[in-house]
């Protein structure tokens, strides 16, 4: 029951996220703010969860994984209200950059409170696994992540006709029920009385994975970024339009790289690093699938194929960096490897917002590039 709450913990943080992510742009632009101000809404949190992850890990494994989720929770609740509140206005009733104030405020809330969750989640699951079964408990994690992506958009496309603020809203409530079961049910396991600082040999292991999450990440950044703005200026939709169909996307990706994540890597139990490969070369052909579209359907079956490789990819950072690390520091890795990932969405969303100014397609470009670029890097790093 206590694994079942830890990733349902992981699970409503997503689905939350993702409700604000699939919303935040549309309704930014029909409030009166640019693609500019949009991601860096988006890239606030990311900075703060680049600078607060590896010290929510730390801290998960001195002090307990139960402590730190609890604490991403509580700060994800308030932030999920604060945007229900936000979502409620329209052009005119108050000043745009007071409103853009006031979302990059919710939004720094939840950077500052939420980086811990999913390193937590993370190493309660390297605390219950042993190290054949590490892929398994990765995967376990990951599909709670691709689940919550995918519940997110959902929810937004079910309830969007009621007004922007229902989904949120109703993220908001789910969150503060697993607060509850969280306070009811999840207990630390007994560890070790101090967990000692990551050392050089650890961290030399597990810097060619730090180094390629920044490089994936980038590229889904600047993606999540445009896409409802790509889907709104390619397809000439009105806004409610807009977020429907891009949230059917975001669902799309979240729904393929879930049964990868929960089904396919448990089957195939490939190593790290054949799953990056794998992702890498899924994702590259991928995103230029998207770049050619005629239609809508086959964008949308691109971006099935974009998650499914996302998902590979990303199963192989977490278990690599896993298996690379000590057992009394897989808070700190996960820290740490969040980090990275987080370092990523703070250029990623400024980088494919300025590039989307110039062509609509040039965020796919550079997903494209940064997947090859990632390759090279699984070469020259001799990642393990």
């Given at each position: 029951m206590a694994t079942t709450v830890v990733l349902f913990a992981v699970?409503?943080?997503?689905?939350g996220n993702a409700t604000v992510l699939a919303t935040v742009g549309l309704v930014g632009r029909a409030i009166g703010l640019g693609e500019i101000e949009v991601g860096a809404i988006i890239a606030s949190s990311a900075l703060l969860f680049f600078l607060t992850s590896s010290w929510w890990g730390r801290l998960a494994d001195r002090r307990g994984r139960r402590l730190v989720i609890l604490s991403g929770l509580?700060?994800?609740?308030?932030?999920l209200l604060l945007f229900a509140g936000l979502f409620t206005l329209k052009k005119g009733?108050?000043?745009?950059?007071?409103a853009f104030a006031a979302l990059l405020g919710a939004r720094i809330l939840y950077g500052i409170l939420c980086g811990g969750v999913q390193p937590a989640g993370f190493a309660y699951m390297a605390d219950i696994t042993n190290a054949r079964d590490r892929l398994t408990g990765a995967a376990m994690v990951g599909a709670a992540v691709g689940l919550g992506s995918m519940a997110g958009p959902a929810l937004v496309a079910l309830l969007i006709g009621r007004g922007f603020a229902i989904p949120v809203l109703v993220a908001c409530v789910l969150t503060l029920l697993t607060i509850l079961a969280v306070v009811a049910i999840l207990q630390d396991r007994p560890r070790a009385p101090?967990?000692?600082?990551?050392?050089?040999?650890?961290?030399g292991k597990v810097t060619p994975y730090l180094a390629l999450a920044f490089v994936i990440h980038l590229a889904f950044a600047a993606l999540q970024a445009t896409n409802a703005f790509y889907v709104q200026d390619l397809f000439g939709l009105d806004t409610m339009a807009a977020v429907q169909r891009a949230s059917l996307i975001s669902m799309t990706f979240a729904a393929s790289s879930f049964a990868v994540q929960a089904f396919?890597?448990?089957?195939?139990?490939?190593?790290?690093?054949?799953?990056?490969w794998v992702g890498l070369v899924v994702c590259l052909l991928a995103s230029a699938a998207c770049l050619m579209a005629p239609g809508f359907g086959w964008l949308l079956a691109a971006?099935?194929?974009?998650?499914?490789?996302?998902?590979?990819?990303?199963?192989?950072l977490m278990a690599g960096a896993s298996l690379a690390s000590r057992g009394d520091s897989q808070g700190q890795v996960a820290g740490h490897l969040q980090a990275a990932m987080a370092a990523a969405w703070i250029v990623g969303p400024l980088i494919g917002a300025?590039?989307?100014e110039v062509s609509i397609g040039g965020p796919l470009v550079l997903a494209a590039g940064t997947m090859a670029l990632a390759?090279?890097?699984?070469?020259?790093?001799?990642v393990p």
């Open positions: 699970f409503v943080m997503m689905m509580a700060g994800a609740a308030l932030s009733e108050v000043d745009v950059f007071v101090q967990a000692a600082a990551i050392g050089t040999s650890t961290l396919a890597i448990r089957a195939f139990k490939w190593p790290p690093v054949s799953m990056l971006f099935g194929f974009l998650g499914a490789g996302f998902a590979w990819a990303q199963s192989g300025a590039i989307y390759m090279l890097g699984l070469i020259a790093l001799r």
